[in-house]
């Protein structure tokens, strides 16, 4: 899909941002655009955004706390509720949840430790634009390297989250203590993902898994057929 438009939004204290533009232009063929976080709009007709991890502004008060209310995150969020696909990775996701594009919250892991390792993940969700190349209870290997990745909610988001089948994915190991495993979640409408492992970091074999290359394959021929 040479004419894939999409942007990769960088943080003061991104360090994924290029990973995740090699992901995105391996798979669609096109580069996408590069937009600063103090940037008040979006480049036009946008087909994708991706929100990638790091440290964004050095995770003060919480992480992505400071990033959610850049000036360019308010472009973000319309676009999003236009129904423009938004996929937030680790530090992508908790900017996701401060903005309230996603609920929730990332919270510090469960053992008080940096965890980085390749993560055995359950595929929850098969039906969305980011994950219908997947299989519903496929297993995958998809990295992770966060510090506050424990994702929480109360019980009654829980239950919601899981009966509307916003969860995406499941870790199949306690990771960091996350609430009923929880690894991904989706928005109701299906067009936003937050995930705290890195599926820009599983594209090529090379890499120890490419898992994560069917997420951007699927997002991609999603948008070429809508």
Not at 92 to 121: D, H, K, W, Y
Not at 202 to 220: P, Y
Request: aromatic fraction near 8%.
């Amino acid at each position: 899909m040479s004419g894939l438009r999409s942007a990769v939004v960088t943080f003061p204290g991104s360090n994924c941002d290029r990973d995740m533009a090699v992901a995105i232009e391996t798979v669609s063929g096109a580069a996408p655009f590069r937009v600063w976080h103090g940037d008040s709009e979006l480049p036009d007709r946008l087909d994708f955004i991706a929100l990638p991890g790091g440290f964004s502004y050095g995770d003060y008060l919480r992480s992505g706390a400071m990033a959610a209310r850049s000036p360019i995150m308010q472009s973000v969020v319309a676009a999003a509720e236009r129904g423009v696909p938004v996929l937030g990775v680790c530090n992508g996701f908790q900017v996701l949840t401060e903005s309230g594009l996603l609920p929730g919250a990332l919270m510090r892991n469960a053992g008080i430790r940096f965890v980085c390792r390749n993560a055995p993940l359950g595929v929850v969700n098969d039906s969305s634009l980011f994950t219908r190349g997947y299989s519903q209870g496929q297993r995958v290997v998809i990295p992770v390297a966060h510090h506050d990745g424990n994702y929480f909610a109360d019980d009654a988001t829980l239950d919601r989250l899981e009966g509307e089948g916003q969860v995406a994915f499941r870790y199949l190991e306690d990771i960091n203590g996350s609430a009923r495993g929880i690894a991904g979640v989706l928005n109701r409408s299906g067009n936003v993902l937050g995930m705290m492992p890195h599926p820009e970091r599983a594209i090529e074999l090379v890499h120890g898994t490419n898992d994560g290359r069917m997420l951007f394959e699927s997002a991609v021929k999603g948008l070429v057929e809508a």
